[in-house]
């Protein structure tokens, strides 16, 4: 008996270290890269902190390589890397990766056999290259001036719209898997191009964050998802109010509007709220545009017919080129300035402007009366006002 007695404590012993080896479970990534030479490949984690090393080793003369690591508790991303090249990599189950590519080209030539979550991924980087070309290519013809602003801006909504049509099938297809995490948050020039802060947009972060909180309650990346969301709603709402408030024609009496400062062409900064007791025509416009000098010698009558009965016209350009700006505007007779953030410019948002140009009528107590779109009903609107 004190035998056995004394053999019982190195058996249990034995017997956890087995029970630990078969509960870490782990996952595999190997394979083989050509044209690999002596280089270094890499294994990162990107994890919601920044990348983590993993591990790395010098690629055989074969390219041969195999990477074995602690699984994750829900579907994680990982990257294969040599020097400056990277390619994503999602691990959504206990499974060993097999991967291909070439070593001089692993973004475009990198797959993985049997992996459909990793052949959208590569579907996913594929298309958001594509975005980030055409809009690079929008930005050097509107930098040349061979395009203008609101052409410009045209462009980008058609690029980013066919985009979010074809990854919209995509994270709609399986919310809750890795590539549907991946594609909510990809970026360019590090804009995210799913607005969390538009409402149609913002349907996409909230299936993802519903099935990720379903699928993987608890789990860092599903709470972040779902803080996220639930702040970009509680955001997207206020504005919403306010942007109602704005849609509104007439206003209830006493809506305090988002105030304006920005800078006239002698560099004088001009706030909104300092016209107050004038009948004022706030006017959303660009003067570089086909439509601007029609638009302007409407509104030039309007001031001349009005000015005397207490009429102003704060009008605000979204035009990039301030140089343009600066000549169109200076014979104005009324308050011209600009907003440097062009066609980003949080104004836009903030008024709730969809289309330019755009104008609102506001009375002497500082109230909206009227939201003006199509001009030719500006005057009478100014009319009753005055």
Not at 50 to 60: F, I, M, N, T, Y
Not at 61 to 78: D, L, Q, R
Not at 233 to 254: D, I, Y
Request: with cysteine; net charge negative.
């Amino acid at each position: 008996m004190k035998k056995y007695f004394s053999l019982l404590p190195a058996a249990l012993l034995t017997a956890a270290v087995l029970l630990s080896c078969q509960s870490e479970k782990t996952f595999e990534v190997k394979g083989a890269l050509s044209s690999a030479g002596d280089q270094i490949l890499y294994l990162e984690h990107r994890g919601l902190g920044g990348v983590e090393l993993l591990d790395s080793v010098k690629l055989k003369e074969n390219g041969t390589f195999a990477f074995k690591e602690k699984a994750p508790a829900n579907p994680e991303f990982y990257q294969l890397r040599v020097g400056s090249q990277v390619a994503v990599l999602a691990i959504d189950s206990l499974e060993t990766l097999q991967v291909r590519g070439d070593a001089k080209d692993l973004v475009n030539t990198l797959s993985v056999e049997n992996s459909p979550v990793n052949e959208q991924i590569r579907q996913i980087d594929s298309q958001t290259r594509q975005v980030n070309l055409r809009i690079n290519e929008a930005e050097k013809r509107h930098t040349a001036k061979a395009i203008d602003d609101v052409a410009y801006l045209a462009e980008l909504d058609s690029v980013l719209t066919e985009y979010k049509a074809e990854i919209t099938k995509l994270i709609l297809g399986n919310p809750s898997g890795a590539a549907a995490y991946y594609a909510v948050f990809q970026k360019v020039d590090g804009y995210l191009i799913f607005d969390p802060y538009n409402k149609q947009d913002y349907a996409m972060f909230g299936a993802v964050a519903t099935s990720w909180d379903r699928y993987y309650p608890g789990t860092p990346r599903s709470k972040h998802l779902y803080d996220f969301t639930m702040n970009a709603l509680k955001t997207r709402k206020q504005q919403e109010q306010q942007a109602a408030l704005l849609e509104n024609v007439p206003v209830v009496s006493g809506l305090s509007l988002p105030d304006i400062v920005l800078t006239e062409v002698n560099g004088e900064k001009i706030t909104l709220s300092s016209q107050k007791g004038k009948v004022v025509v706030l006017d959303f416009t660009v003067y570089k545009s086909d439509f601007s000098p029609a638009h302007n010698m409407e509104l030039n009558k309007l001031y001349s017919q009005y000015k005397a009965q207490g009429l102003e016209i704060y009008q605000i350009s979204f035009d990039s080129d301030e140089h343009f700006w600066k000549n169109a505007a200076n014979n104005l007779p009324w308050i011209t300035v600009r907003d440097p953030e062009s066609v980003y410019s949080r104004l836009l948002s903030m008024y709730n402007v969809r289309n330019i140009p755009t104008a609102f009528v506001i009375n002497r107590d500082g109230d909206v009366v009227a939201r003006v779109e199509n001009y030719t009903t500006l005057p009478g609107e100014v009319g009753k006002v005055l």
